[in-house]
């Protein structure tokens, strides 16, 4: 079934989906370390069957496969992204799989040995409801990692450009606690109770800090085409454009620092086990 929520998601995905896709290689780079984080969690799994949730392009995705040599498939709502993550796997020689679909919903062959995601898992409609489907996709024993982002307070790189923005963008909207969203799981107890509620054990949820650089260049670029703001510019005036853009890029330079913007992105790591299946 798909709710209004569901539909919200995969309407808001289908229009960024294509500056994803253009800034595919540099957010590959930035992200890199929660990247490198959850390659070598699959390592020390000894993970052969991998099920990436909000793949996107494909990045990790794909690293896990050329690093372990598992088998891996990549779930996502987004089809522009997804045909990108194709065309990656494609051109690296890989046998990667890429599935269009809802992870809440979709019915996946309980066969993974490892259910991973690197901030995919943060926008479900009902989270009890999905992490359940993906327990089920689970083999009996198999494991859980997925890298969310703690509290917008302790990831302020994120929200620079909104809280710049706000002023000239009435209709942006406030970022709601809790809500399907970047920062939906910053609340520790809840997302632990979320993964109780869906039958996951051995539940350990670890702070993760990762040291992160966009190089100086491609500011303007992530201010305009990514995030809230991005998406709020796309039906923006050419002279409201241009302004945001002045004032929101004036608003990173306490970050830029050596020629990058330099940020902590502040995470959670999300570990759990599947328990036998009844």
């Known amino acids: 079934m798909t709710t209004p929520l569901d539909k919200d998601q995969s309407d808001r995905w289908a229009t960024s989906g294509t500056a994803w896709v253009d800034f595919q290689d540099l957010i590959g780079r930035v992200l890199r370390p929660l990247e490198d984080l959850l390659v070598e969690t699959a390592r020390t799994d000894g993970a052969r069957r ?17 690093a372990t040599g598992a088998r ?3 779930v996502d709502i987004a089809e522009p992204m997804l045909e990108a993550a194709r065309a990656n796997a494609e051109r690296a020689g890989l046998p990667v799989d890429f599935v269009c679909a809802d992870a809440q919903t979709h019915t996946f062959d309980p066969v993974h040995d490892l259910v991973m995601s690197r ?3 943060m926008f479900f409609a009902d989270p009890v409801a999905a992490f359940t489907n993906l327990r089920h996709a689970t083999r009996s024993g198999g494991r859980l990692a997925c890298v969310v982002w703690r ?5 302020p790189f994120f929200t620079t450009a909104e809280d710049a923005a706000a002023p000239l963008l009435p209709d942006l909207g406030p970022r709601i606690p809790d809500a399907p969203g970047q ?12 993964l109780a509620d869906a039958g996951w054990t051995d539940i350990d949820i670890t702070p993760v800090d990762a040291d992160c650089a966009l190089p100086e260049s491609e500011l303007t670029g992530y201010v ?3 995030g809230p703001v991005g998406l709020a510019l796309l ?3 050419e002279a409201t454009r241009a302004k945001v853009v002045e004032v929101v890029r004036a608003a990173f330079e306490p970050f830029v620092h050596d020629g990058a913007a330099r940020f902590t992105a502040a995470c959670w790591l ?4 599947a328990p036998e299946h009844g």
Not at 151 to 155: E, G, K, L, P, T
């Open 72 to 74: 891996c498939t990549g």
């Open 183 to 194: 920062f939906g799981f910053a609340d520790r107890d809840r997302v632990a109770g979320i």
């Open 50 to 66: 991998v099920l990436d949730v909000g793949c996107g392009t494909g990045g990790t995705t794909l690293a896990v496969a050329r």
């Open 119 to 121: 901030f995919g898992v």
């Open 151 to 155: 509290a917008a307070a302790d990831n």
């Open 224 to 226: 305009s085409r990514l």
């Open 235 to 237: 039906e923006a005036d």
């Open 270 to 273: 999300l570990r759990a086990t």
